[in-house]
Structures are given as structure tokens and as C-alpha cells.
């Protein structure tokens, strides 16, 4: 039994939690069990020795982290979790620094690691170093972020089979962002009319956006997915290192507030009509992408034009698309799909916990 314990269980966290109780009753339970034992978050904490109940996960906010809970207490949350016999997995779903930085302490007590969280594989690369040294052994702890980079698409899991089978890795490209893959979807098309603050208006009233949309136009989470896939792919790179687009307009990227920025935005629909229009005078779209150039040297984040036949001009809605260019796929070998949301992006959390039930299964 892989017992399963989730830091910062919000909506990932509770989309996971339905789908590890349906899970709980299906037929395929018997060949990979798991159970969840233990929930943090800001305020309460709660560990069991055996598993929560179904119907405590149905209402695990009042059930199992309501006012009778333990004030959350993270080391004392993980030194509990140590202690348990069998495997365990921590399932970190939040977006925090600190949190990740205690990952090697974590794979340092025999404890699993499965996060959709960017930033202990993006940042410093001493801890991405340490973490790939202490998860190194065929026997564990293991450490698996699918989720990082498209959610529930198989991106990390590809690129990983690509590395271990040998083949020569090209060049990364994609949409790894869906927020600006909406943005440019809607409005760099032909024939399509919408101004650009009008379609930043629309995504995020939609959902699609950040509260603040320049945390989406700054490019740094593309930088971060780029970044992550690079060092998979053997590529000693960072986001401080890495050249990143910033299409904010720069007189609005001090504005203090969000509703300032979006009030402002219209002003500057003349500079970004301009770049569309001379993309579609050349038969192409803008897009904005990023790179990981393995044998060029020249990884970007950046907004680039792509000729109406080419695989990312006809992406439609929020969806990512990812193309990875080989020695054996010189023709290059597409993923596509959504890459966010809480039920997609927990799903490739899920995947993960399965990876780790079958790798672990004699130790179960």
C-alpha cells in the first residue's frame, strides 16, 4: 500500500482526493494500492496511521482539517509521515519556494515526492542537483514532477524515455503556456477583429488569466517549463540565465495594481495590432513559445511568427502543443492537449503515485 499525504490540498489537491476515493473502489485498487493518510494546509493538519475514509475525503475541508484538526506544523506533519512502515509519497501542491526547498530533507527520510510544483526544478541549481542525487537509487526515494510542464500531458515521461533510450535530443519547442495560448489562438488568426486588450479581457474574465495578467505576459512560467525541460534534457540552464520575452508593455509594468494595468492596456492595441499585422502580411501567426535548443545553444522564450501550415498556427482554445525534434524524430514527435486545470493537472499527479505503486510494488 503506497500511503499518500498532500501539502496544500486546494483545488488540485481536491480534485486529486475524488479522483484517489474512485480510484479506492475500482477493480484496478487491487493491483495498485493507495491511500491518502495524511492533509496540511496554512492552518490545520491531520496524519492517520491507517487511511482516511471515503466519506472523510468527500468532506475532507471540515472532516479531516476542520477547528478539531492539529495546528499545521509542516516538520512535525513530515517527521509523522517518516515514521509510518511502507512507502510513503508527499504530494506537494503548492506554488511555494520554502516548500520546495525542503525536498532534500524530505528524500532524505525514504519519504516519495510528486509535486506539480515549478519551482525546486526551475530555480537554484544546487537544490535541482541535490535532489536529482538523493533520488537516484534504483531502490528510492523517487522524485516525479509530470505535472510541471502540461499538466497531465505526457511531456516529462517522453522526454525522459527519449533521454534513457539514447536518442539525440534537437531541439524542445512549444505552447506551454495557456493563457497566452488563448491570447494568441484569438487574436492573431485571419480575419479575427478583437483588439488585444479585448482579448486579455475575455481570458481573464474566462478563468484563463492570473488575477494580475502581466504574471501570464511576463513570460516566466514558459521560462520556468523551459527551464525544467532543459535540465532533463541535460542542459545546465536557469531562468536567470535564459532570454524571456517580457510583452508586457514596459510603461505598464510598474502600474500598481491589476485594474490599472487592464485600464491601461487599450492604449497600447496599436503596437501589438502593428506586430500581428505585419505577421499576417507574411503568411504567418504570432505565437509566443519557448526553446530548448540542446545543439544550438540558443534556448528563448520569446513571441515568434509561424507560417499558417505549421502545427502551432492551427492550435485552438487553451490547449499546450510541445514538439520534440530528434535524431529519431527528425520529423518531429507531437504532444497537444490541455495543458491546465485541476482535473488534467491531477491526473498527471495520479500518474506519477501509479509510477511510483508499480516501481515499489515488492515493497508494498
Given at each position: ?55 472523510d475525503l468527500k468532506n475532507w475541508k471540515t472532516a479531516v482539517l476542520g ?134 479581457s475575455v481570458a481573464k474574465a474566462s478563468g484563463y488569466t492570473e488575477p ?153
Amino acid at each position: 500500500m503506497l500511503k499518500v499525504a498532500i501539502v496544500g490540498p486546494g483545488l488540485v489537491g481536491g480534485a486529486l482526493l475524488e479522483q484517489l476515493v474512485a480510484h479506492a473502489k475500482s477493480p484496478r485498487f487491487a493491483s495498485l494500492p493507495i491511500s491518502v493518510v495524511g492533509l496540511i494546509n496554512s492552518k490545520k493538519m491531520a496524519v492517520t496511521t491507517t487511511s482516511f475514509s471515503e466519506a472523510d475525503l468527500k468532506n475532507w475541508k471540515t472532516a479531516v482539517l476542520g477547528s478539531t484538526a492539529a495546528p499545521a506544523d509542516l516538520g512535525s506533519f513530515v517527521e509523522q509521515l517518516a515514521a509510518l512502515k511502507g512507502p510513503v509519497a508527499v504530494v506537494d501542491c503548492t506554488a511555494s519556494d520554502s516548500v520546495a526547498s525542503q525536498y532534500p530533507s524530505w528524500l532524505s527520510k525514504g519519504l516519495h515526492i510528486v509535486t506539480p510544483n515549478k519551482k525546486a526544478f526551475s530555480n537554484d541549481y544546487a537544490l535541482y542537483h541535490k535532489i536529482k542525487e538523493l533520488s537516484s537509487s534504483p531502490k528510492g526515494p523517487s522524485v516525479y514532477h509530470e505535472a510541471t510542464v502540461g499538466a497531465g500531458l505526457p511531456v516529462l515521461s517522453t522526454l525522459n524515455d527519449l533521454v534513457r533510450t539514447g536518442d539525440k535530443i534537437v531541439k524542445i519547442e512549444g505552447i506551454f503556456s495557456g493563457t497566452l495560448s488563448y491570447l494568441f489562438n484569438n487574436f492573431s488568426v485571419p480575419g479575427a477583429a478583437s483588439k488585444f486588450s479585448e482579448c486579455v479581457s475575455v481570458a481573464k474574465a474566462s478563468g484563463y488569466t492570473e488575477p494580475d495578467p502581466r504574471d501570464d505576459l511576463n513570460g516566466m512560467d514558459v521560462a520556468r517549463k523551459v527551464t525544467i525541460l532543459g535540465r532533463v534534457a541535460g542542459l545546465d540552464i536557469g531562468t536567470d540565465t535564459l532570454p524571456v520575452e517580457n510583452i508586457v508593455p514596459e510603461a505598464l509594468r510598474s502600474v500598481d495594481t491589476a485594474d490599472e494595468f487592464m485600464n491601461r492596456l487599450p492604449e497600447f492595441d496599436g503596437h501589438f495590432k502593428e506586430l500581428n499585422d505585419q505577421a499576417l502580411a507574411s503568411g504567418s501567426v504570432l505565437r509566443y513559445v519557448g526553446m530548448v535548443d540542446v545543439q544550438g545553444g540558443q534556448s528563448s522564450v520569446k513571441l515568434a511568427r509561424y507560417a499558417l501550415d505549421h502545427p502551432f498556427a492551427s492550435l485552438k482554445g487553451s490547449d499546450n502543443i510541445i514538439a520534440f525534434t530528434t535524431e529519431r524524430f527528425p520529423n518531429p514527435l507531437i504532444i497537444q492537449g490541455a495543458g491546465a486545470g485541476d482535473a488534467v493537472t491531477a491526473f498527471g499527479i495520479f500518474s506519477d503515485l501509479i509510477r511510483i505503486t508499480e516501481r515499489f510494488g515488492s515493497h508494498l
